[in-house]
């Protein structure tokens, strides 16, 4: 049998595969035919046809519920490949591989706004450079960028370890402040916190789960005034009153330049981290590859840092 005949022998119907998929993601027949827009006995036979070419049964049927056999388990993951690296060379081709200079990215909608904008800056004195930014929870955005809709996903969080390959880089770390539009002299923490009223970020955020632990360690009693998701309304609403509010200084950088809002502290071991999620695809979009490459002090907007960052190696400082 000539190599091309044999080749035709084993040649996959993806039309079958498709439907073979959907199906083992649902587990029920009548529902992924209904998702298809196909009649149930349609579907069936398709996937018969796909049991009859690959020699094995795929699904074993438990009560009403259809489950995968061991040969299943193992066709469900090629055609995840499958169809993951197809929906990566869409991505590639179409978006602008003929328009590479489109950078697709999503933020989680409480991360830092000034972060996001010190991410980007680079690009914004390029005419070639077109930025879509997209905000929503993470697990919509991690979806989005699995399904290779995004080229990058900035968090304050990594994404977590699941099938979807996905790739967390933690691109700096800041220490978080206490701030507040009044200055309060000789504030020190912890003994500066009683009886003082606090803005506080989201009971969901890694940095308000970080806080409640220290609290918790050394038994502070912190009045809460306000719980906030979004790291720009805490900003805002440091500059309206007198209470204190946990921030990376990152979100109030210009505030805390322009005295609006004083830090009156670092807090001691609480840190707010940030990171870039990518997927794991052949061909990685050249602008994420470029903006992952600097310094923290760059990402966070502190020029000093950035310019230390940018000294040759082995640069010591002069002495005097």
Known sequence: M??????????????????FWAVARDGNLTRAARALR???SALSSQIRALEEQLGRPLFAR???????????????????QIFTTGNELVSTLSTGRSEEDLLRVGAVATLSRNFQRYFVRPLLSSPRVRL???????????????????DVVLSNRPAPHDDRGLLSRRLARQSASIVSSERVRGFEFPKGLAGRAMILPGASSELRLEFDAL????????RVLAEVDDMATIRLLAQDCGALALVPSVVVRDEL???????????????????????????????VRSLLERSDGELLGDDRRAAKSKKPKGATRSKR
């Open 215 to 222: 609290c918790e360690r050394l038994a502070l009693d912190v």
């Open 2 to 19: 000539k190599e091309n005949d044999r080749l035709a022998l084993v040649r996959l119907n993806f039309h079958h595969l498709q439907y």
């Open 132 to 150: 879509r930014f997209t905000a929503a929870g993470p697990e919509e955005l991690l979806g989005q960028l699995a399904a290779h809709d995004l």
């Open 38 to 40: 196909i009649a149930p």
């Open 257 to 287: 330049k322009g005295g609006i809002v004083h830090e009156l502290c670092k807090v001691p071991g609480l840190f707010e981290s940030f990171y870039a999620i990518t997927s794991d695809r052949r061909y990685q979009h050249p602008l």
């Open 62 to 80: 438990v009560g009403r519920r259809l489950e995968l056999t061991e040969a299943g388990v193992i066709a469900q993951s090629y055609a995840q």
